[in-house]
């Protein structure tokens, strides 16, 4: 059975939206404003470990505009390009990029399949609404957050308010020169 991770760019009070740039929102583009090599090897070494890539609609339409057609040394590329990619969306009905295919159905119910088809991580990147969908679901191995420093006071955030509680543990933390600090926790319930 595979593992469902979450990855996520966060500011430090929350907010994914926009992280590397969109029109119209008024904070785009605050992931670019602190590079870091560090950052850029474990994003690899992330998609490189990855047997899938799980996305909902707006992530895959973004990703689908812009990866398709790029190379890189380091073969971030042509991962990216080549690995299924599994979309969850109510509105889409064709899929252009290479290797992407609609999850049917009821989409709770068409991951828990496709986390037991495959043998290795299921990857969900951006994705907002899926990835709330998912914690909320306890569908979740892994949430990866790169919390950047920037407090952005406004957007869309990864974890709205709730009336239900989840327990974590933190497993793994790391820190680059840029002030981006990674925690990776799992629920409670499945931590080792």
Same mark, same amino acid.
């Given at each position: 059975?595979?593992?469902?991770?979450?990855?996520?760019?966060?500011?430090?009070?929350?907010?994914?939206?926009?992280?590397?740039?969109?029109?119209?929102?008024?904070?785009?583009?605050?992931?670019?404003?602190?590079?870091?090599?560090?950052?850029?090897?474990?994003?690899?070494?992330?998609?490189?470990?990855?047997?899938?890539?799980?996305?909902?609609?707006?992530?895959?339409?973004? %990703?689908?505009?812009?990866?398709?057609?790029?190379?890189?040394?380091?073969?971030?590329?042509?991962?990216?390009?080549?690995?299924?990619?599994?979309?969850?969306?109510?509105?889409?009905?064709?899929?252009?990029?290479?290797?992407?295919?609609?999850?049917?159905?009821?989409?709770?119910?068409?991951?828990?399949?496709?986390?037991?088809?495959?043998?290795?991580?299921?990857?969900?990147?951006?994705?907002?609404?899926?990835?709330?969908?998912?914690?909320?679901?306890?569908?979740?191995?892994?949430?990866?957050?790169?919390? %950047?420093?920037?407090?952005?006071?406004?957007?869309?955030?990864?974890?709205?308010?709730?009336?239900?509680?989840?327990?974590?543990?933190?497993?793994?933390?790391?820190?680059?020169?840029?002030?981006?600090?990674?925690?990776?926790?799992?629920?409670?319930?499945?931590?080792?």
């Amino acid at each position: 059975m595979g593992r469902v991770v979450v990855t996520e760019f966060v500011s430090l009070d929350g907010v994914m939206e926009a992280p590397g740039g969109e029109p119209g929102y008024a904070h785009t583009g605050w992931v670019g404003r602190v590079p870091d090599g560090g950052q850029f090897s474990y994003k690899l070494e992330e998609i490189l470990e990855a047997e899938v890539h799980l996305l909902g609609r707006v992530t895959y339409e973004s %990703f689908a505009g812009a990866w398709p057609g790029r190379t890189d040394e380091a073969g971030f590329s042509d991962k990216m390009n080549a690995m299924p990619k599994y979309v969850v969306s109510s509105t889409l009905d064709r899929l252009e990029w290479n290797n992407s295919h609609l999850l049917e159905g009821d989409p709770i119910a068409a991951i828990r399949a496709l986390r037991d088809r495959v043998g290795g991580v299921v990857l969900v990147a951006g994705s907002r609404t899926l990835a709330q969908a998912l914690l909320a679901g306890g569908l979740v191995d892994e949430l990866r957050l790169m919390i %950047f420093p920037v407090v952005l006071g406004s957007g869309a955030r990864l974890l709205p308010d709730s009336p239900d509680r989840l327990e974590l543990e933190l497993v793994e933390t790391r820190s680059w020169d840029s002030g981006v600090v990674l925690v990776v926790y799992r629920p409670a319930a499945v931590a080792a």
